[in-house]
């Protein structure tokens, strides 16, 4: 454990940051298993859905939970089964 005040103070932010950020990746996953199963279900609001999953993911990505890069390989795959 750190013995400077400001070292603590880092850790307990970046442990409060790390329990957010894994909350919000485990709500993207949630989106991302929602929309593949509209998806493969033919859903009559998979396009909805999956206008929904793509704003979360990018929201992930400019809040730097994501990379960029990741973000738009998982909208292209979900894209692409869309449109499949």
């Known amino acids: 454990m750190a ?19 894994s909350q919000m990746r485990s709500a993207m996953r949630n ?12 859903d009559e609001n998979k396009e909805t859905i999956l206008n929904k999953t793509i704003s ?3 929201k ?5 939970i994501i990379h960029t890069k990741t973000a738009g390989r998982k909208i292209s795959r979900l894209q692409k089964k869309f449109n499949v």
Do not use: F, H
């Open 56 to 58: 979360v993911i990018d």
């Open 31 to 42: 989106q991302v298993k929602k929309c593949n199963t509209a998806i493969a279900a033919s």
């Open 3 to 21: 013995n400077i005040k400001s070292s603590k103070k880092r850790a307990l932010l970046a442990e409060q940051r790390n329990i957010v950020n």
């Open 60 to 64: 992930m990505a400019q809040k730097g």
